[in-house]
Nanobody, 114 residues
Framework: QGQFVESGGGLVQPGGSLRLSCATS????????MGWYRQAPGKQRELVAR???????YYADSVKGRFTISRDNAKKSVFLQMNSLKPEDTGVYYC????????WGQGTQVTVSS
């Protein structure tokens, strides 16, 4: 099912940038599509970006043009470059395969505030 360790979150002012990283283990990483998910306070977890095994990317409308997802198969890692951050981007960010099963990591907190 895999294990996922997210890092790179923090407190940033509106308009700022962060780069999130996710290290994976326990899966044949290069064969899996991966997703970055976000859970805002009081809301359900949502998919904000996904990347296929061949690096095709999809973005939620709310982040399109500001976020970029990428992967490094050699390092079994997936990344999320977040630019032009807005307060509504605040939340805990998780990475995982797109499977509805499996365990979530601890996530990394992103707070966008002045």
């Amino acid at each position: 099912q895999g294990q996922f360790v997210e890092s790179g979150g923090g407190l940033v002012q509106p308009g700022g940038s962060l780069r999130l990283s996710c290290a994976t283990s326990g899966i044949a990483f290069s064969m899996y599509a991966m997703g970055w998910y976000r859970q805002a306070p009081g809301k359900q977890r949502e998919l904000v970006a996904r990347i296929s095994s061949s690096s095709g990317a999809y973005y939620a409308d709310s982040v399109k043009g500001r976020f970029t997802i990428s992967r490094d198969n050699a390092k079994k890692s997936v990344f999320l470059q977040m630019n032009s951050l807005k307060p509504e981007d605040t939340g805990v960010y998780y990475c995982k395969t797109l499977s509805p099963t499996g365990s979530w990591g601890q996530g990394t907190q992103v707070t966008v505030s002045s």
